[in-house]
């Protein structure tokens, strides 16, 4: 799989809420697919689908320990997103300074032309 690939399945794993909620919850640490389920309004099979998308995108692993099915966090490919978004940052930035100059330079015209 390609770099470009693996963002993109990371960028649709992130575009449903409750896949964003899991993370957010795995943040905090491991957690069994019940425990996963508990604080939403669906059902175990549902939140295994969720899953098998955030591990398809890289950003989840299960681990077995004995009985113990424990669903990871892998942060990782976070890190390839952010900066992709951070090269757009860097341009929007560029693009808002260029603009607040341009409205800077209006306004200066605009007094200088009330003065007169």
């Not at 794993?13 to 508990?38: K, Q, S």
């Not at 009985?67 to 992709?84: E, G, I, K, M, Y």
């Not at 607040?100 to 209006?106: L, S």
Request: proline fraction near 4%; charged fraction near 30%.
């Amino acid at each position: 799989m390609t770099s470009l690939e693996q963002l993109d399945r990371v960028f649709a794993a992130l575009a449903d809420p409750t896949r964003r909620a899991i993370l957010a919850r795995l943040a905090e640490g491991e957690a069994t697919v019940n425990e996963l389920v508990a604080p939403f309004d669906l059902r175990q099979p549902t939140i295994s689908k969720h899953l098998k998308v955030l591990e398809q995108a890289g950003l989840v692993s299960r681990g077995r320990n004995a009985q113990f099915r424990p669903v990871r966090l892998n942060a990782a490919p976070l890190a390839s997103a952010a900066q992709w978004l951070g090269d757009y940052r860097r341009f929007w930035e560029e693009s808002l300074d260029r603009l607040d100059e341009y409205v800077q330079e209006m306004k200066r015209k605009e007094t200088r032309d009330a003065s007169k």
